[in-house]
């Protein structure tokens, strides 16, 4: 599908989904963060031993990540960058966009952690955009890691 025939309410609906899922795992909301998946929502990535799916499992995976970063005593952002939504027609959408991880110990210099490429099944359910899907991809390995 052509980019012009992507609606400018669609994309910036699809943005908004991208800025709020960010704050949220970053500011703690779990279940917020988790909400923003379908109820069998799937995350998978390489930088986790098993995928994460559902509500439940998604809720749980995100506090233990904003656990950790707290025990580790450094702030972390989501950093989402160009954004690129493939194709959305109808109730679909498929979405790529890259994905910094950044932290920042108490006095100390911001670090990259990870460079990564999400790629996203989004539905949109009720009127509102949520993702079925997301797969990320780790710079750091090679192509056949990544899958």
Known sequence: MPLDDIGTETLLR???LYGAQSHLIDEGRAAEWAATFTADGEFRSPSYPEPVI???ELTAFAERFHAGARASGVVTRHVVTDLF???AGGDRA???AYLQIVT???GGP???ERMTTITDE???TGGRWLIRRRTVRRDDQSNEENA
Request: no cysteine; hydrophobic share 40%.
């Open 14 to 16: 699809i943005q908004r």
């Open 54 to 56: 559902g509500t439940r």
């Open 85 to 87: 939504v493939e194709s």
């Open 94 to 96: 498929a979405v790529r």
């Open 104 to 106: 920042t110990p108490a």
């Open 110 to 112: 911001s670090r990259l």
């Open 122 to 124: 989004l539905v949109r």
